[in-house]
């Protein structure tokens, strides 16, 4: 990276095509199961103000939430491959050797990695939030409050679990309405189809500014650890 330090903000252009990106927005906009936007907290449009529709789980929006998560997914691995780490520091992986005794995953070992060994391993660690499509209106729609996503908000430690946000772009030809990360001083425009992720802690605290001339539509949500049960067995 020529000396520059890496601020872990990675941007996939052309994840979706604009025909599927097109598509989604166009049932987004007849839906009626959308709801005003909400927080961890409930709805407070001064902070976020939008219509969304969580789409995980409902049936006839199956075909779009596998589309989506394929995207993903497919990033997902593209972002191991430049930060190993992800998997590495937090979890101190462990995998038979040639001779049959565990050994330390390195870093390095996740980046020589054939794809199905490191999807199998990252399957094995990691699991997809639930799909929030959000739809800002032009000129009062967005999400101006400076936040991140991980938080103690639920006994479960739930949202504890988040490691990585992730959001999808599903439109342009509007002005501003970038993603904004305040410590790293990086705005992201949104472009159709283009695929961000971040890690979700107060280091890349964010908001979504309002998009200007135009509506914002895009689709949104986490990968989270496996809980640990299932990472470290029932007794965990």
């Keep these: 990276m020529s000396g520059t330090a890496p601020d ?17 927005v166009a049932r987004l906009r007849g839906s009626a199961g959308l709801q005003p936007g909400r927080i961890g907290g409930g709805v407070f449009p001064e902070l976020k103000h939008s219509q969304d529709l ?3 789980g409902v049936a006839e929006w199956r ?11 497919a990033g997902l691995l593209s972002y191991l491959r430049k930060y190993p780490q992800v ?24 980046a020589t990695m054939d794809d199905a060994a490191l999807a199998d391993l ?14 800002y209106a032009a000129g009062e729609g967005g999400y101006p409050y400076w936040h991140c996503e991980l938080y103690p908000r ?19 030809g509007f002005d501003e309405g970038e993603t904004e990360f305040l410590f790293q001083h990086r705005k992201i425009a949104p472009r159709t189809g283009s695929l961000l992720f971040a890690p979700t802690a107060f280091t890349h605290t964010h908001r979504g500014n309002r ?14 650890f496996l809980s640990a049960d299932k990472l470290y067995g029932a007794d965990s």
């Design 54 to 56: 969580r789409i995980s």
């Design 211 to 224: 998009p200007q001339r135009g509506d914002k539509f895009i689709a949104t949500s986490w990968i989270l």
């Design 8 to 24: 872990f903000i990675e941007v996939i252009a052309d994840a979706v095509g604009r025909e599927d990106c097109a598509a989604i």
């Design 87 to 110: 998997l590495v520091s937090p979890l101190m992986l462990q995998q038979p050797g040639a001779d049959g005794r565990l050994r330390r995953l390195q870093a390095e070992d996740l």
């Design 63 to 73: 075909d779009t939430e596998l589309r989506l998560q394929q995207a993903v997914f």
């Design 122 to 135: 990252a399957r094995t660690c990691l699991r997809p939030g639930a799909i929030n499509l959000q739809w």
């Design 154 to 172: 639920d006994a479960s430690a739930e949202t504890l679990h988040r490691h990585l946000l992730w959001t999808l772009y599903l439109n342009d």
